[in-house]
């Protein structure tokens, strides 16, 4: 699309070389913005911003949030963190540090520049929720000293390093809590449900349900969740979040292994292994305030979201294992 350059801003995405980053990036350059993406390549990978490359208003820099970064931006979108559990537990003094030392970097960033941040945050905020479904003023139930709280307890000290610098410095922020979403460009291994089965179905090998499969997840297609994102951005001061982004429809992990079988085909079985210590439950947003502030809602129901994350692990499959 083009922009005029007066209204052409120039945007930071961390971990933009990630699978929402990518997605995110590949709308903002859309809108007719300059992108600037900062990624360590952790878990996300240059396969993902590859078509960007050679894009006039694209560029990456390879950077761990961790240390500073002085750059010069109108918008920040925080989303470097490793995401899955297999990843962020690989190295979990690595993952507290991405959050809370990421946060105080790109806070110090935005205080400076005097510019719009927005934090990925997670639904992980609520923990093994006791209270259901999860709306943004539930508190949450998070285990500080297991194997998840590297993720959880980092992410919620960053939003509460987002809500002091905005009360202390007047830094205008806005925090999402991304609740469970999947779609292409997700890492094939990185252990994440949705990939997971698919991968497992595609390899016909034996698809691995957790515990009894009776817990539930609520899953958004990436699409939705970015349009969330933009919506949330655009909106002025005043709003700051938290606020819960995600589709409430909730399955089982059953239901979900179920499905991808059919769609999949093949003759995979479905087993049961040991379920990860402090795995929630259940899990679904309450999205009244992103309806109401946003008028948002997701549109991508999880048949048509699972045919095209299907479609892209077929083609992507062999070479992201070549
Ligand atoms: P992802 O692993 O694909 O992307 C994360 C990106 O951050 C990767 O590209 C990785 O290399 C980068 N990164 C990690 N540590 C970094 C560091 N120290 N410095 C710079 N870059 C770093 O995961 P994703 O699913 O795209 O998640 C993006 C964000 O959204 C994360 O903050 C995650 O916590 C949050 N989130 C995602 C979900 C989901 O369902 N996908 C749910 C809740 C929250
Ligand atoms: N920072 C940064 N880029 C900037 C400005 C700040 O990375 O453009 C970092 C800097 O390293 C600092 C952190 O952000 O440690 C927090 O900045 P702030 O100004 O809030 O704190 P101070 O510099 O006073 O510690
Ligand atoms: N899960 C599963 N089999 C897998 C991977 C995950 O049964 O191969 C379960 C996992 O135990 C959890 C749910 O699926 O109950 C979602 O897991 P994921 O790691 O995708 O996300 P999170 O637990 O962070 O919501």
Redesign the pocket.
Known sequence: MARLYESRKRILV?????????HLIDRLIDQGHEVLC????????KR?IDHLHTHPRFEFMR????FPLYVEVDEIY???????PV??QHDPV??T???VL?AINMLGLAKRLKAKIMQ?????VYGDPSIHPQAESYWGNVNPIGPRSC?DEG?RCAETLFFDYQRQHGVEIKVV??????GP???HA?G?VVSNFIVQALKGEPITIYGDGRQTRSF?F?DD?IEGFLRLMETGPEVTGPVNIGNPNEFTIRDLAEQTLAKVGGSSALINEPLPKDDPKQRQPDITQAKAVLGWQPTVELSEGLDRTIGYFRDALPRLEG
């Open positions: 961390t971990g933009g070389a990630g699978f929402l980053g990518s900062v990624d360590n390549l952790f878990t996300g990978t993902n950077h761990d949030v961790t925080n989303l470097a963190c490793p995401a899955s990843h962020y690595q993952t540090k991405t959050s990421g990925a945050s997670t639904s992980e993720y992410k809590r991304i609740f469970n979403t999947y460009r997700m890492h990185d994440r958004c990436v969740l």
